[in-house]
T-cell receptor, first 110, second 115 residues
């Protein structure tokens, strides 16, 4: 069974600093790896999806990498803004069976 | 805008009183999922439908059932809610086939309170 871990559970940075969020998973036979954003009391918004054959994906200020051999994915957010404050979750696993991490709650201080 | 809609957003029920949560989608996706997310925890997959094919997770309690009468709608039935079933319930969809990328699109969730 896929186990997904995100450390740290919370992170606080000043505005403008680059964010690095970590995700580790136990089963390298991963179908894809997805990063989501969750605002308090809300649903999840998909940010990036990396297929198992890919090494990274980019969207605007966001870049996500995938290293299956080490069981790690990293989400980079460049030049953080207060609006980036949210919980970021990664999820991976078999097709149709995503296992989620508990998330990293990010606070960007103005 | 195409989207995933969940009703109600907040649901209060009594211990042991059956409750149904609703999810609808305008994305015309063929896969629909139900997740349970307790406070500060990771979302946990309960089951999913691929078209009309129901796929239950091995550790989903029998107390949880689901129906998908058509492509657009999917329901989560909790037959006898216990205090431990209080959580946010998230519905998601994805599209398989063609150039799809398996991205899951989530609704806003229904927060269930059990008294």
């Amino acid at each position: 069974k896929q186990e997904v871990t995100q450390i740290p559970a919370a992170l606080s940075v000043p505005e403008g600093e680059n964010l690095v969020l970590n995700c580790s998973f136990t089963d390298s036979a991963i179908y894809n790896l997805q990063w989501f954003r969750q605002d308090p009391g809300k649903g999840l918004t998909s940010l990036l999806l990396i297929q198992s054959s890919q090494r990274e994906q980019t969207s605007g200020r966001l870049n996500a990498s995938l290293d299956k051999s080490s069981g790690r994915s990293t989400l980079y957010i460049a030049a953080s803004q207060p609006g980036d404050s949210a919980t970021y979750l990664c999820a991976g696993g078999a097709r149709y069976k995503l296992s989620f991490g508990a998330g990293t709650t990010v606070t960007v201080r103005a | 805008d195409a989207m995933v809609i969940q009703n109600p957003r907040y649901q209060v029920t009594q211990f042991g009183k059956p409750v149904t949560l609703s999810c609808s989608q305008t994305l015309n996706h063929n896969v629909m999922y139900w997740y349970q997310q307790k406070s500060s925890q990771a979302p946990k997959l309960l089951f999913h439908y691929y078209d009309k094919d129901f796929n239950n997770e091995a550790d989903t309690p029998d107390n949880f059932q689901s129906r998908r009468p058509n492509t657009s709608f999917c329901f989560l039935d909790i037959r006898s809610p216990g205090l431990g079933d209080a959580a946010m319930y998230l519905c998601a969809t994805s599209n398989q086939g063609g150039s799809s990328t398996d991205t899951q699109y989530f609704g806003p969730g229904t927060r269930l309170t059990v008294l």
